[in-house]
């Protein structure tokens, strides 16, 4: 909607909300904040963090100008088959809201997920594919950012 070539001259930096690309309003397992797309899947190749920065730098936006966004929370989800854990599964809808978040769909990073899978035995799993991690228990699941996924989001983006 903006005209980036004949504003970024005057803009200081640009600001990327990159995240929020997807939730339980998909029906299905998906991140938040994909690096990548899954592969084969031309839909949601344009709702990645990958796609949405080179698309700013093919717009004329030097790299020293953009700020990518990244959550510190993740989208949570209620698997609809508890055996069916990987993305692109289908949800039922919404993850029960966290203690600290009290929001379904949403929870926190430092003060749930942490916690989910350090002492309440929530398994972790890493997407090479997103290059980003995800984590379940029973009925529920979560795609989040971490350490991990959060260095190489920033080492892609300098290369």
Request: hydrophobic share 30%.
């Amino acid at each position: 909607a903006y005209e980036v070539e004949a504003i970024v001259p005057h803009l200081d930096f640009i600001s990327i909300m990159s995240y929020d690309y997807h939730g339980s309003w998909d029906k299905k397992l998906s991140h938040n904040s994909p690096l990548y797309a899954s592969s084969g899947n031309e839909e949601d190749k344009r709702l990645t963090v990958d796609y949405t920065v080179r698309l700013y730098l093919t717009l004329g936006v030097p790299l020293e100008k953009l700020i990518m966004g990244i959550p510190y929370y993740g989208r949570s989800f209620t698997m609809k088959n508890k055996m069916s854990k990987n993305y692109g599964a289908e949800c039922s809808g919404e993850g029960l809201a966290g203690e600290a978040s009290r929001e379904a769909g949403f929870l926190a990073y430092g003060f749930e997920i942490c916690k989910y899978v350090k002492s309440e035995n929530w398994t972790r799993v890493w997407s090479r594919e997103h290059q980003a991690p995800y984590a379940y228990k029973n009925t529920q699941w979560v795609g989040y950012d971490d350490e991990e996924s959060i260095k190489v989001k920033v080492s892609i983006q300098n290369q």
